[in-house]
């Protein structure tokens, strides 16, 4: 049962390193390359600016489009890597790749002190966020193994690793879940797991040359601009769907769950966020088009998979347009998905159990959550094939040297339970993210954002019955928007190493705003080879 | 009297309870359920070895690498005799698996890792004597992701060169624990095995061979058909090339291998097998590749030396 898809990442990486290979370094794309990790800044920022200067301005993000410069950069050539350390010492090509290999550990404790709450897990619900003051970790440690296996075709294998103990169980939060890593089903004792194992063809339709540089699931070489783009096997959707070009890579970057995607977009996925299926891209220069079928579970939010690809499966669609406004480069993408899972509807549910109280969520024959509320109604008397759809819209714009801003927001049904993501029905994610080189610390990355999340109205309807589903449900309600803020601080140290500091505070956990605000603080390093 | 009756038969109904409470453990006792272990024996060589579980210790150049895509079936690698020695039980009658490995080999050095993942793991539950044995149900639906005891190790050619006569090596690999003791997948407890391997070319004919221990730590003796403890291996391999167009040739021989527990040497739970191999195969240039097959029957039929088997692998291999 995994919440969060492992690594997007990586992917989110790989527009940034699309560069156009005739062009010159500094002017590639038709626009100057802003990599974060150059500090020709000084002519915009006065290096004196302070870290805490440079907090506030993120705080009042309506300066900061003229106050800071730059873009977020991907993971450049002078960083650490085992690759790269073969291609200095001429042992490997690394712009014409034929295999590489890239690993990653990250280890993230949180701490959430004590907050209010009037009640917890009433008359037998089970899905409250506890009160008491808790600790929750995770560790990962990622292989990355590419190889290429005849023209325009690459296959990647990505093994993992996760050793995870959540907040209360992984329960009682919306998007507002503070560590994205966490996966539902997930223990203390390590597990070693296959996330991906997948082979992409692409097909070149001619436009100007790209360079897609080396990096964990991206081999080293070129492309058209126009091409097709075939990916079949075991991946993470958002491997390829919603991929944010400068949200660094998410182990670097914001912490909670809201920011790797919209927290509305249930896409179709496994309990650890991996789906099997294909997806195809057509890019035309600056556009581009993708399409995918992918595998839900069996049972909602379980590890099982459903390979009737025919009868049940999360089908999504994207279109993308690559833009430049005075000379900034940016990017808005819709995203719309239609989900046919075996899924319950909450007014079905409690129809259900309107018309027969016998039918509540101590009496389900089939699968359900173990709630032990006998007044309540349970989704596993509604479960049938159903359909749940949403759309979303991103938009990301770099405002100056070392800094964009990103806004995301999905709407979904909300007539369906979670099968596979978050509870929210509906969500809307701001954000803004720096790299410091204003501050001599070009490495390092900082960031705000802030995470909105609703609810359908039958689904607080069910929820305020005593209703249960995959995350939330506390026995009783009063609905509200979950409103999250996320704040972090990244710094390089070494050239493998990071460390960070994040402190989220969620106000009205669970969409229950009868309960918190709750405040986390967590520390995170991660490395990367 | 009435009264004396009436005490009487209490007495006994006490003492036909404390009777039975007395031996309450041992009925509880009675059904011992096994809790599964790393049933498959069938240890790979490491990737680019050329053979299935034997090393041609052709390990030279400068950088190389190599790649392998495994999978096999075996028939009934876990079939427990019962006490009477005629009721069997296929607690294991079916197992399928593909491996995914990759090395990196630098002049006579290789260092390697290879991923595991049960496609199927399916048998027959039921009871043996003492012992309820639950057999596994183990599908990619049902472990989409699952990697069972995934593994890396070192492998060095000590003596001889590349297509010479003799050479001699030594591997060494940790086996990390990963999935579940009842899915027969894992011992749930870290492994390892040191090799001493032997490898040669005389004329159109291979062979290779390997002596090793198998470090276990698990001994769940005296359940019938488990582990019992660190195992000896053993195995021997030969065959005849054809050389063919291109570079191209054909290799084809058994390869005969084995394991027994130090415990019950070569008694109890000592299983070999024979496979018989072949194998076509590109070698000698930058980038080459091997396609295999074997086919094999346990000699000595125990946990792990299945049935029969069948093997597939693909290896890309090479070096600069």
């Not at chain 1, 410069?69 to 034929?98: C, V, Y």
């Not at chain 1, 690459?154 to 998007?175: F, K, M, N, T, W």
């Not at chain 1, 964009?404 to 099968?419: C, I, K, L, N, P």
């Not at chain 2, 290799?251 to 084995?258: L, N, R, S, T, Y």
Request: glycine share 12%; with cysteine.
């Amino acid at each position: 049962m995994r919440l969060r898809p492992l690594i997007p990442a990586v992917v989110l990486c790989i527009n940034n390193r699309e560069r156009c290979a005739a062009i010159p370094r500094d002017y590639r794309c038709g626009v100057p390359n802003r990599g974060l990790g150059q500090p020709n800044l000084v002519r915009v920022f006065d290096i004196g600016r302070s870290i805490v200067r440079v907090l506030t301005g993120l705080l009042l993000a309506s300066s900061l489009a003229s106050a800071q410069n730059g873009a977020p950069a991907p993971r450049t050539s002078d960083q650490f890597s085992f690759m790269q350390l073969l291609a200095d010492k001429d042992l490997h090509d690394i712009e014409n790749e034929s295999w590489n290999a890239y690993g990653q550990f990250t280890y993230i404790s949180s701490w959430k002190p004590s907050f209010s709450a009037p009640y917890t897990n009433l008359n037998g619900s089970i899905n409250s966020l506890l009160p008491t003051a808790e600790r929750s970790f995770t560790g990962t440690a990622t292989l990355y193994l590419g190889l290429r296996l005849w023209n325009g075709a690459e296959a990647y294998l990505v093994p993992e690793l996760i050793s995870e103990h959540p907040l209360s169980q992984l329960r009682g939060l919306g998007g507002g879940i503070q560590n994205f890593e966490l996966q539902k089903g997930g223990t203390d004792a390590p597990q070693i797991y296959r996330s991906r194992l997948f082979v992409k063809q692409t097909i070149g339709l001619g436009g100007k040359s790209i360079v897609q540089e080396s990096g964990p699931l991206q081999l080293g070489t070129h492309y058209d601009s126009r091409r097709l783009v075939f990916v079949a096997g075991n991946f993470s959707i958002l491997d390829f769907f919603d991929t944010n070009a400068f949200d660094v890579d998410p182990r670097q970057g914001f912490l909670s769950l809201g920011f790797l995607t919209y927290a509305a977009y249930d896409f179709a996925s496994d309990a650890r966020g991996y789906s099997y299926g294909g997806v195809g891209e057509f890019y035309w220069d600056d556009w581009a088009v993708r399409l995918g079928r992918i595998t839900p579970p069996k049972d909602p939010n379980q590890l099982p998979i459903d390979f009737r690809l025919f009868k049940y499966y999360g089908d999504q669609m994207e279109v993308e347009h690559k833009h430049n406004i005075r000379g900034q480069e940016g990017m808005v993408r819709l995203l719309a998905y239609r989900n046919r899972e075996n899924m319950g509807r909450f007014s079905d549910a409690i129809a259900a159990f309107q018309a027969d109280p016998e039918k509540n969520a101590t009496t389900c024959t089939g699968f359900n959550y173990g709630s032990n509320n006998a007044d309540a109604p349970d989704l596993c008397w509604a479960r049938k094939p159903n359909v749940k759809k949403g759309i979303g819209a991103f938009a990301e714009q770099y405002i100056g040297h070392d800094i964009g801003v990103f806004t995301r927001a999905m709407y979904s049904d909300g007539q369906t339970e979670v099968y596979a993501y978050t509870s929210t029905d509906r969500s809307a994610t701001v954000g803004v993210l720096a790299k410091g080189s204003s501050w001599s610390r070009p490495k390092d990355v900082v960031g705000i954002g802030g995470n909105l999340g609703w609810i359908s109205n039958v689904h607080a309807q069910y929820l305020g019955m005593g209703g249960v589903d995959g995350f939330v449900g506390d026995g009783a309600i009063t609905a509200a928007a979950e409103k999250s803020i996320d704040l972090f601080y990244s710094a390089k140290f070494g050239k493998i190493y990071s460390l960070s500091g994040d402190y989220q505070r969620v106000v009205d956990p669970g969409f229950n705003a009868a309960r918190g605000p709750v405040n986390i603080f967590t520390v995170r390093i991660h490395g990367e080879f | 009297m009435a009264s004396f009756e009436s005490n009487r038969s209490c007495v006994y109904t006490l003492l036909v309870g404390l009777v039975l409470l007395s031996f309450w453990p041992l009925l509880a006792d009675a059904q011992q359920q096994p809790s599964g272990f790393a049933v498959e024996r069938f240890y790979q060589s490491a990737p680019g070895s050329g053979w299935f579980v034997m090393d041609d210790l052709d390990i030279g150049g400068r950088l190389g690498g190599a790649l392998s895509l495994t999978s096999g079936y075996a028939r009934n690698p876990l079939v427990i005799t019962g006490p009477d020695s005629k009721q069997k039980l296929a607690v294991v009658s079916q197992e399928a698996f593909v491996g995914i490995g990759g090395a990196i080999t630098h002049d006579r050095f290789r260092g390697y890792i290879d991923f595991p993942t049960p496609l199927v793991v399916s048998g027959t539950s039921g009871t043996l004597g003492p012992y309820q044995f639950t057999a596994p149900s183990v599908s990619l639906g049902t472990n989409p992701d699952t990697v069972s005891d995934p593994r890396t190790g070192v492998d060095a050619r000590l003596f001889g060169e590349p297509g010479s006569l003799l050479r001699l090596g030594a591997g060494a690999q940790l086996i990390f624990p990963s999935g579940i003791r009842a899915d027969y997948v894992t011992d749930a407890r870290y492994r390892a095995m040191f090799r001493f391997l032997a490898a040669g070319d005389v004329g159109a004919f291979r062979y290779a061979g390997q002596l090793g221990v198998h470090v276990r730590p698990l001994n769940d003796a005296p359940v019938p058909g488990s582990p019992n403890g660190s195992e000896f291996l053993y195995g021997i391999g030969g065959g005849r090339r054809f050389a063919g167009p291109g570079g191209w040739a054909v290799v084809a021989g058994p390869e005969i291998f084995g394991e027994t527990a130090f415990r019950s040497f070569f008694s109890g739970e000592t299983g070999t097998e024979a496979l018989l191999t072949g194998r076509l195969e590109q070698t000698g240039t930058e980038r080459n590749l091997r396609i295999k097959l074997g086919i094999g029957h346990a000699l000595v039929q125990n946990f792990g030396a299945a049935q029969w088997r069948i093997v597939f692998g693909v290896e890309l291999f090479g070096h600069k």
